[in-house]
């Protein structure tokens, strides 16, 4: 190859190199943006940003803490990225073991304990097709109203996962599909949402809050008010 050529395909790898820097800053601004309109719903709200993952809100909602941990997950094959949102509600939840359901999982559910649970259990009756239902005791499940308020949780198709522990809550939903044309020519997920409408994020919360009281019937503080 001669020089001129050679100098030719130097600048274009250059060109290229410039580009996917400024794609790549560009995409981290729109990721670490996602969040700021929610960040009012909550009582000291905190932002943590990392170096390229989506942020961390986590702050106080209806006197509860509360964490939200978007993440991407594109490891399905035949299946477009997703944009998750991970909603976790810290507190005693009243039962005794660890429940986690998931929606039609195929194995690539990184961020759910399922695969370590030791017991499959069926869905209770009128749960909605393609849940799969795991725990550590099955002597210690939720009761009816709880296993209801699950129930019709996994009725809405972006729900993903209800994790319900000792000491908390979480609920995984879909917040986002990836960009069809950008995945199949780059494989990248790119997402049209800049940045989480709040009110639909306070839909979500609402059902994250409404499980917790299912779970706790006779929480102490529900008796203190009939006395």
Not at 76 to 97: E, I, N, V
Not at 107 to 120: A, Q
Request: one cysteine or more; charged letters at 25%.
């Amino acid at each position: 190859m001669g020089i001129v050529p050679l100098a030719v395909a130097l600048l274009g790898l250059l060109a290229l190199a410039l580009v996917w820097r400024r794609d790549q800053a560009a995409a981290r601004r729109r990721r670490d943006g996602f969040l700021d309109d929610c960040r009012r719903l909550f009582e000291g709200g905190t932002l943590t940003r990392g170096a390229a993952a989506y942020p961390t809100l986590r702050g106080r909602h209806c006197g509860r803490m509360v964490t939200l941990l978007p993440f991407v997950e594109a490891l399905t094959p035949r299946k477009l990225p997703s944009l998750w949102l991970a909603m976790r509600l810290d507190g005693p939840t009243g039962t005794r073991g660890t429940l986690d359901v998931l929606m039609r999982p195929v194995g690539v559910e990184f961020y759910s304990p399922f695969t370590e649970l030791p017991h499959r259990i069926d869905p209770p009756p009128g749960w909605p097709e393609g849940a799969v239902v795991k725990c550590d005791d099955p002597d210690a499940l939720p009761d009816g109203p709880a296993l209801e308020a699950i129930g019709a949780l996994l009725r809405d198709p972006r729900l993903k996962e209800v994790l319900i522990t000792p000491g908390f809550l979480r609920l995984v939903w879909q917040a986002d599909e990836g960009d069809r044309g950008g995945y199949l020519l780059f494989r990248q997920a790119r997402f049209a949402a800049d940045r989480l409408d709040p009110g639909r994020l306070e839909g979500w919360l609402g059902r994250l809050h409404a499980l917790d009281e299912a779970l706790r019937p006779e929480a102490p503080e529900k008796l203190a008010l009939r006395a």
